[in-house]
């Protein structure tokens, strides 16, 4: 039940992005003991049971008020990390050949990303940006500035040429304390550029996990016959027939694809490629992982 809960077909048809970011993330966490994420279930938990010498100001006296049993806080304000979500809203992500665009599978996933850290005590933050910054939420972690985030989401639309590197680098200049970056995006721009971003902003102590959004179609070119190809970007047009080009379009794709997961493992960046078809337990067990890892650093 709960992997049917984060099918993106699914959640299209809930409509609302609160309750799709409540429905991944519970449906997540509902099935975090089965495979393949079996080690999260036993790594993640909200409480933990009291232990001789904690601080009693951790103790959760709701729980107790019920079981009667002494739990503690897992996570606390002094460990809490700040999680930055940059949102690509490049016209490409507009691309629909099929129920959930581009541009949706990623409100979808930031939505239930933020759900998820401000669930767990974290700060969360959102930049969406395509050659500019067209919106930007500081870091925070009450229920109120997750209303905001959803908002946004819900609000924008996919915009012209993008320019990840740049608006990467500015964001970080301005990060006043180590956290967690998500970058979300289908990665349509300068490949060296982006890579070398990223490798800077590993160097200065932030964590980064980039999300590579790939339709189904876009990793097939399923269609047979000659069509009119638009970029949805610059506004250009191609006429092309797929069976001519099909090889070659591939090769290309899997070099790029080969090249961005060589470069990130060498930054020491998490990256993903999420296919826009798939459910989005992956990226939220990615994330998972990721901040887990960063327990106690503050």
């Given at each position: 039940?709960?992997e049917?809960?984060?099918?993106?077909?699914?959640?299209a048809?809930?409509?609302?992005?609160?309750?799709?970011?409540?429905?991944?993330?519970e449906g997540?966490?509902?099935?975090?003991h089965?495979s393949?994420?079996?080690g999260?279930?036993?790594?993640?938990?909200?409480?933990r049971p009291?232990?001789?010498?904690?601080?009693?100001?951790?103790?959760?006296?709701?729980?107790?008020?019920?079981t009667?049993?002494?739990?503690?806080?897992?996570?606390?304000?002094?460990?809490?990390?700040?999680?930055?979500?940059?949102?690509?809203?490049?016209?490409?992500?507009?691309?629909t050949?099929?129920?959930?665009?581009?541009?949706d599978?990623?409100?979808y996933?930031?939505?239930?990303?933020?759900y998820?850290?401000?669930?767990?005590n974290?700060?969360?933050?959102l930049v969406c940006?395509?050659?500019?910054v067209?919106e930007?939420?500081?870091?925070r972690?009450?229920?109120?500035?997750?209303?905001?985030i959803?908002?946004?989401?819900?609000?924008?639309?996919?915009?012209?040429?993008t320019?990840?590197?740049?608006?990467l680098?500015?964001?970080a200049?301005?990060?006043?304390?180590?956290?967690?970056?998500?970058?979300?995006?289908?990665?349509y721009?300068?490949r060296?550029e982006?890579?070398?971003?990223?490798a800077?902003?590993?160097r200065?102590?932030?964590?980064?996990i980039?999300f590579?959004?790939?339709?189904?179609a876009?990793?097939?070119?399923e269609?047979?016959?000659?069509?009119?190809?638009?970029?949805?970007?610059?506004?250009q047009?191609?006429?092309?027939?797929?069976?001519?080009?099909?090889?070659?379009?591939?090769?290309?794709?899997?070099?790029q694809?080969?090249?961005?997961?060589?470069?990130?493992?060498?930054t020491?960046?998490?990256?993903?490629?999420?296919?826009?078809?798939?459910?989005?337990?992956?990226?939220?067990a990615?994330f998972?992982r990721?901040r887990?890892?960063?327990r106690?650093?503050?």
């Open positions: 039940m709960s049917h809960l984060l099918n993106p077909s699914v959640l048809a809930i409509g609302r992005l609160d309750l799709i970011a409540r429905t991944v993330v997540f966490l509902i099935g975090l089965r393949p994420y079996h999260l279930s036993q790594e993640f938990a909200e409480h009291y232990i001789a010498g904690d601080e009693m100001r951790r103790v959760d006296w709701r729980i107790y008020g019920r009667d049993r002494l739990y503690v806080k897992e996570f606390e304000e002094e460990t809490n990390v700040a999680v930055r979500l940059l949102f690509d809203v490049s016209g490409s992500l507009a691309f050949p099929r129920d959930v665009s581009k541009l599978y990623a409100r996933l930031l939505a239930a990303l933020a998820l850290a401000i669930r767990q974290d700060r969360a933050g940006f395509d050659e500019e067209r930007r939420l500081e870091t972690g009450s229920r109120r500035h997750l209303h905001a959803l908002a946004a989401l819900e609000g924008i639309e996919a915009g012209g040429r320019s990840v590197a740049k608006i680098l500015s964001e200049a301005q990060w006043k304390r180590r956290g967690l970056a998500v970058l979300v995006s289908d990665l721009d300068e060296e982006i890579v070398d971003a990223v800077r902003v590993r200065v102590g932030h964590d980064v980039v590579h959004l790939l339709d189904r876009e990793k097939l070119l269609q047979r016959g000659t069509f009119e190809f638009h970029d949805l970007e610059t506004g047009t191609l006429i092309a027939d797929t069976e001519r080009v099909r090889k070659s379009y591939l090769k290309h794709l899997t070099q694809r080969t090249y961005f997961r060589r470069e990130f493992e060498r020491g960046a998490e990256y993903a490629e999420l296919d826009t078809s798939e459910p989005l337990d992956k990226a939220l990615i998972l990721k887990l890892g960063k106690g650093k503050g």
